[in-house]
């Protein structure tokens, strides 16, 4: 809960972009936006799952205690979940831009009927991990469901720039705590993690400092303007 409280701090600095856009019938403008929505938050998204994966079972010893242990699956899978939200929230935004958010309607209320009868099979067949993964999937259905409201009212593409890096990045720092995790502290894998990403995404060029201070720009001097 904590976490999916953070994409909503730059999407809603994007969100007014995007209605000027609309308000402009500017589609060029909207997509420019949509990309540096979409590549930011992949950017902070796939470290998040990649290094909270070999990091779960000490993550919850760290905070909740050795009794908890078993929780880190758990953690595993709610963390792909969360990713899933954090990418999801960049089209529940732009549909809000567009005034589609009505269309979305009778996709969370099929996604709730399916949630309760899932939640319900699941729990009993598989206990809380059926549960976790049942999350997995409702999240799954939403996200394409948002991209197919937006795509079916403005015809825009789904690029996330860098993506390869971000994947390559996530994967080194991936590997690199899955052998020293049993080693050191967590707070130490944590600040390891994302210095490994933070130094391999700027080695091969994965960071765009001007693309990132654009939109910090953009809105400065709007306020002046």
């Not at 990713?83 to 589609?100: L, S």
């Not at 894998?189 to 001007?210: E, K, P, R």
Request: proline letters at 3%.
């Amino acid at each position: 809960e904590v976490l999916i409280s953070f994409p909503p701090l730059f999407l809603g600095m994007v969100l007014p972009q995007w209605s000027a856009a609309m308000a402009q019938n500017d589609t060029k403008m909207f997509q420019k936006w949509m990309d540096w929505a979409l590549s930011l938050s992949a950017m902070f998204t796939i470290p998040l799952v990649l290094g909270t994966l070999p990091l779960a079972r000490d993550i919850m010893v760290f905070v909740a205690g050795a009794d908890f242990a078993g929780s880190g699956v758990i953690l595993q899978i709610l963390i792909i979940a969360t990713g899933i939200i954090f990418m999801g929230n960049v089209f529940g935004y732009a549909i809000v831009a567009v005034g589609e958010q009505k269309r979305m309607i009778p996709f969370y209320c099929i996604a709730a009927i399916i949630s309760l009868f899932a939640y319900w099979k699941a729990i009993v067949n598989f206990g809380v991990e059926g549960a976790a993964w049942t999350t997995v999937v409702v999240e799954v259905f939403i996200l394409f469901s948002a991209v197919g409201v937006l795509k079916n009212r403005i015809n825009t593409s789904i690029t996330i720039q860098y993506l390869t890096k971000y994947i390559i990045s996530g994967i080194i720092m991936f590997v690199v705590l899955l052998l020293v995790h049993n080693v050191i502290h967590i707070l130490v894998s944590v600040v390891l993690g994302m210095l490994v990403y933070g130094i391999v995404l700027w080695a091969i060029g994965g960071i765009n400092i001007l693309s990132i201070k654009e939109i910090f720009t953009f809105q400065s001097s709007k306020s002046r303007g």
